[in-house]
């Protein structure tokens, strides 16, 4: 799915408040505790490298999928838990079979193949063949500058954006959603990591088969087409392309830690991943992190005030079906409101501040968490965001009014350049990054289990519409067919 790489999405909702000067002593203690035990007796980077050699992928629907949820569930077994369950739900899961991109001008036989990866959720069987149309980035403003012509015919997007300031982008689901509803047949598009990387992913808003079949090619790629667009155009494309989809079951991994009372905070982070590489950084580098998170405070033989769950999901990156289900059951069992809060690590890396959006009492709240962190490690800088973004296991929550945070760091640009694509693999991961992230993690995630009060509640739902709105998530929404407030224009 999306990720917005400071990379860490979501926010939160609801007024914290804390008497920060008789609680910072306390959690100093505590935390320089975690730093020490992170530092010495850290696991995840040794147990992500085992992950990746006798694993592999970790898609969902997968043998290796099931294979991940099994190593998840032991080690977390392992590390002391008693309270570790799995929470199956049935996922239409879609898996990549063959597929090829062709393209000739129209007024020659001279065909040109061009390497190409399917975008999940693409239909089954496909054999396509159209004039292409270059819609740009993809934005709906772009579509609907040429919607007279784009109806029929194939199109083609950047995934990124190009040529543009202050412009938002939308995922590549969206711009899918988008091509359907301007009538097209199918979409290319275009990486814009440089070089030959291809990238997949999910073209589908709803983790269902799409209509049309979507494709991506590299940016060398790209670039080619357009040049032949510009020189030889018009131009047709063909692709022909054989996927499989079908019912199968998948399983979050839950380990919960009780706490004095039945009040929760949640930390979890996606556990699949695509299948051209291992998903060393998506999500292995989250996922890893939140069970190392979990070793520690078992180490440390912690008993917050509020129950925590350790949460790895599956299915994420075919529509966040894993957390889906997760809120749903929360919901259906009346335990969404003994949520307090959850804290999201996707791609989550070396974490210099907190991405906690709403109230300024948050920002206070974590500033205060921060200040507590920064008198212990002084590389940790403390900064402070309010930004909301959706497409990854946090937005369920977030929709229902749950209050969500995450740490916000950086990937060197070699590393956000494999991206869903086949050079995601461990040697990309950065040991002592990621032990950061362990570290960093486990305190803000002590602060939220021990503060003495966290004050408000669960915004209501017209709250939440209001600040979606805000944030300016609507259109997304929209598009994503996940807006239930009407007026969905």
Not at 316 to 326: T, Y
Request: glycine fraction near 8%.
């Amino acid at each position: 799915m999306k990720k917005i790489i400071l990379v860490a999405l979501a926010g939160g909702l609801f007024f914290l408040t804390a008497a920060f000067n008789s609680e910072d002593k306390k959690w100093e203690k505590t935390f320089t505790r975690f730093d020490t035990e992170v530092r010495k007796n850290s696991k995840a980077y040794e147990t992500l490298g085992k992950a990746t050699e006798t694993i592999g992928h970790r898609l969902t629907g997968s043998a290796n999928g099931e294979k991940a949820e099994e190593y998840a569930f032991n080690l977390l077994k392992s590390y002391g838990f008693s309270d570790v369950s799995y929470q199956p739900f049935e996922v239409e899961a879609w898996m990549r079979d063959t597929v090829t991109l062709s393209i000739v001008p129209s007024s020659s036989d001279n065909f040109r193949e061009v390497p190409v990866v399917s975008l999940a959720h693409s239909p089954v069987e496909a054999n396509l063949k159209g004039e292409i149309v270059d819609v740009g980035n993809g934005l709906e403003e772009d579509f609907e500058a040429l919607k007279d012509k784009i109806k029929g015919k194939i199109v083609l997007a950047n995934i990124g954006l190009v040529g543009v300031t202050g412009k938002k982008n939308l995922h590549r689901s969206e711009k899918t959603a988008l091509a359907i509803k301007y009538g097209a047949d199918g979409i290319v598009m275009v990486n814009q990591a440089p070089g030959k990387i291809l990238l997949t992913g999910t073209a589908s808003v709803t983790g269902a088969i799409i209509s049309i079949p979507a494709v991506c090619v590299s940016s060398d790629s790209g670039k080619e087409i357009r040049g032949w667009l510009k020189d030889e155009g018009p131009l047709q494309a063909h692709v022909e392309m054989h996927n499989i989809s079908k019912k199968i079951k998948a399983r979050n991994v839950i380990a919960t830690l009780k706490g004095r009372s039945d009040e929760k905070v949640i930390i979890g982070g996606h556990l699949d991943s695509w299948d051209l590489a291992t998903g060393a950084i998506d999500n292995g580098i989250g996922s890893f992190a939140v069970m190392d998170i979990a070793r520690a405070f078992k180490a440390l033989k912690i008993k917050p005030e509020r129950t925590i769950q350790f949460v790895l999901f599956m299915g994420e990156e075919q529509g966040l079906l894993g957390s889906k289900h997760f809120v749903s059951e929360l919901k259906r069992t009346g335990a969404i409101d003994k949520v307090s809060y959850m804290m999201n690590l996707d791609m989550t890396n070396d974490p210099k501040g907190i991405n906690a959006f709403g109230k300024a009492e948050m920002t206070d709240f974590f500033k205060g968490v921060g200040d507590a962190i920064h008198n212990i490690d002084p590389a940790y800088k403390n900064e402070q965001a309010n930004r909301a973004g959706l497409h990854s296991d946090h937005q369920p929550f977030m929709l229902e009014g749950i209050p969500v945070a995450g740490l916000s760091g950086t990937l060197a640009p070699d590393v956000i350049q494999c991206y869903h694509a086949d050079c995601d693999n461990f040697d990309l991961v950065n040991k002592e990054q990621l032990e950061n992230t362990v570290r960093i993690a486990s305190m803000c995630l002590f602060a939220l289990s021990d503060a003495k009060k966290l004050e408000g509640q669960k915004l209501s739902d017209t709250k939440t519409r209001d600040y979606l709105i805000s944030q300016g998530l609507k259109q997304e929404l929209v598009i994503g067919q996940e807006w239930r407030w009407g007026d969905a224009k």
